[in-house]
């Protein structure tokens, strides 16, 4: 198996359990505050992720500059990242909140531009104009007075997780391989969210057993097995842009498992601000590159 399908494998493995992680996020509900689960979604995946790296053998960091960039990629990537989705999902539904972090590849290529000379043409840009109106339709669908702050809150965890996805691209550059890059921005990114630990606790012996088995399912699989799969992705990629335009296919994934689940419809503002950012991100995936026209 060439390193071109192994990269195509992983990304979309990782988006189908990423996929999922919307409507067991909504499972929760009330039951495990969004800090408490941003707390054992960390601590799991690092738990994890540490228990791998020791049989592999993983590396400790080159020097001690990499661990600053470990500490900002753990924030980006894992403590803020998911504590902003579960704040997200509290109000809007798993389709709404799956759409909005599909804005995730147009928001690294914008950033990519400047970082690693990664040029837009002028049907990217068209398409990253109309994405954003998409994501403006989701924020005031009812009204501009009454911002959509579930949508807000998701937009901006998007924003984390594209700039988690751009050091990535950073620390693959400077040697790390991808287990190591996944494992120490999760241990950072547990030790970011400890000071949640006394109410995570006290959350965890309140809420009952499916919401307490479906945070195992998002710290263990979606977090730490999820992570691990997308960093090997990006460590194959030859453009940060071909693991990231994956991201396009998680409302359907997130739609369907969220009905099967939740019995969830969207509504006609997640319909319409959907429909125009999943055919933005899409046109900018197969034609924003100056080499795809």
């Known amino acids: 198996m060439n390193s071109k399908i192994k990269m195509n494998l992983y990304a979309f493995l990782t988006v189908l359990i990423w996929g999922s992680g919307f409507p067991f996020t909504r499972m929760i509900g009330d039951q495990i505050s969004s800090y408490s689960l941003g707390f054992i979604r960390c601590f799991l995946s690092a738990a994890v992720l540490l228990a791998i790296g020791k ?27 998911f504590t902003l989705f579960s704040m997200g999902l509290e109000t809007i539904s798993s389709a709404t909140g799956s759409i909005i972090t599909a804005m995730t590849p147009i928001l690294v290529a914008i950033a990519a531009m400047k ?14 104009f109309c994405a954003f109106g998409g994501v403006v339709i989701l924020l005031l669908w009812n009204g501009v007075l009454s911002i ?62 499916a919401s307490n088995l479906s945070a195992v ?52 503002g997640t319909l319409v601000g959907g429909v125009i950012i999943i055919i933005s991100v899409v046109l900018f995936s197969t034609k924003g590159n100056p080499d795809q026209l």
């Not at 969210?193 to 309140?206: C, E, K, N, S, Y």
């Not at 977090?223 to 194959?236: D, I, V």
């Open 55 to 81: 049989v592999i053998r993983i590396r400790k960091p080159f020097c001690g500059k990499d661990l600053l960039w470990f500490f900002l990629s753990g924030a980006l990537g894992f403590s803020l990242y």
């Open 115 to 128: 970082l690693y000379s990664e040029r837009i043409n002028w049907i990217g840009w068209i398409s990253i």
């Open 148 to 209: 959509n702050m579930g949508a807000a809150w998701m937009l901006l965890s998007a924003i984390a997780f594209a700039g988690y996805n751009l050091l990535n691209r950073k620390f693959a550059k400077s040697g790390y391989t991808d287990l190591e890059v996944a494992t120490y921005s999760a241990v950072f990114g547990a030790i970011q969210t400890l000071v949640f630990l006394p109410r995570t606790i006290q959350d965890v012996l309140h809420a009952d057993a």
């Open 217 to 268: 399912y998002l710290g263990a699989v979606a977090g730490a097995a999820a992570y691990y799969l997308w960093s090997k992705a990006l460590a194959l990629a030859d453009r940060t842009s071909e693991v990231t335009n994956y991201l396009f296919v998680n409302p359907l994934i997130a739609a369907v498992i969220g009905f099967l689940m939740l019995r969830e419809m969207p509504d006609l």
